[in-house]
């Protein structure tokens, strides 16, 4: 009987173990899903030329949402004197809806027409 007794310590030794690799391996798993981000492109198309597109982006750039960092933008002509906003995105996935970004863009309707994507990609 006294023999028993490390082999039960030495196993329960290794369900320790096994049991902290898992953990550690489910954290890690869990940092990594955390970590997905996409980078999105969107043209924001004002309702005609007399649309000010300075206070188009500063109203773009004043939603805030967690998990969403605006990057450049440019003004991309259409024709007949109207420009579009191009500007660019990183989202966490997790946290950052894309149709509820949109969604909100479109509610700045003194200034906004339409949202298109351009580009989305998984970072």
Partial sequence: ???????????????????????????????????????????????????????????VRGITMEGLIWGSSELVKVGFGISKLRISTCIVDDLVGLYDLEDNICALEDYVQSVDTVSHNKI
Wanted: charged share 50%; hydrophobic share 35%.
């Fill in 1 to 59: 009987e006294e023999k028993k007794a490390p082999k039960e310590t030495e196993m329960q030794k290794m369900k320790r173990i096994a049991a902290e690799r898992k953990a550690a391996a489910d954290a890690e798993a869990k940092k990594k899903k955390a970590q997905l981000k996409s980078n999105v492109i969107l043209d924001v198309k004002p309702w005609d030329d007399e649309t000010d597109m300075a206070e188009l982006e500063k109203a």
